[in-house]
């Protein structure tokens, strides 16, 4: 798989193990910055239950030569903290479905459910797979 990154899997596997010194201050270093000074700081100080996001950009043509081509969105910071994150359907761009992001702080999962689920009835953005010959560009 030498255009899709497998190279990131190789290299991860030849890392040392979980309990490695390295490892652990670099995980105590990812949940200091996305948990304490992230996420759990923005939830407590704008007295947040939930936030939401962009999940991701539109789609995109695969690139041989240059790669992906996000456009933006999130996600990292939840999984980088192991914290809650619901992805539903928002919409569609050039026919192409783009998603909404819920996410909270740790143990949050059944306010998200909630959130997520109450976007989903109100907004029935969700439609069934089709299969495209093509992306319906349109200006």
């Known amino acids: 798989m030498p255009y899709f990154g497998q ?4 290299k991860a596997e030849a890392k040392g193990p979980l309990t490695d ?19 759990d700081f923005i939830m407590r100080k704008h007295r947040l239950d939930a936030m939401i996001a962009p999940t991701g950009g539109p789609a995109w043509p695969t ?3 240059n790669g992906d081509h996000f456009s933006g969105g999130y996600s990292s910071a939840s ?26 702080e740790a ?9 997520a689920y109450a976007f989903e009835q109100a907004t029935k ?7 495209l010959r093509s992306a319906e560009f349109k200006a």
């Open 7 to 10: 190279d990131l899997f190789i």
């Open 63 to 65: 690139d041989w030569i």
């Open 125 to 131: 953005a969700r439609q069934p797979p089709r299969f």
């Open 79 to 104: 999984a980088v903290a192991g914290y809650p994150h619901i992805t539903v359907p928002a919409g569609y761009v050039f026919g192409l479905p783009v998603g909404i992001s819920f996410f909270g």
């Open 21 to 39: 010194k390295k490892y652990l201050q670099a995980l105590a270093k990812n949940h200091l910055l996305s948990r304490t000074q992230g996420i």
């Open 107 to 115: 143990w949050s999962e059944p306010k998200l459910i909630k959130y």
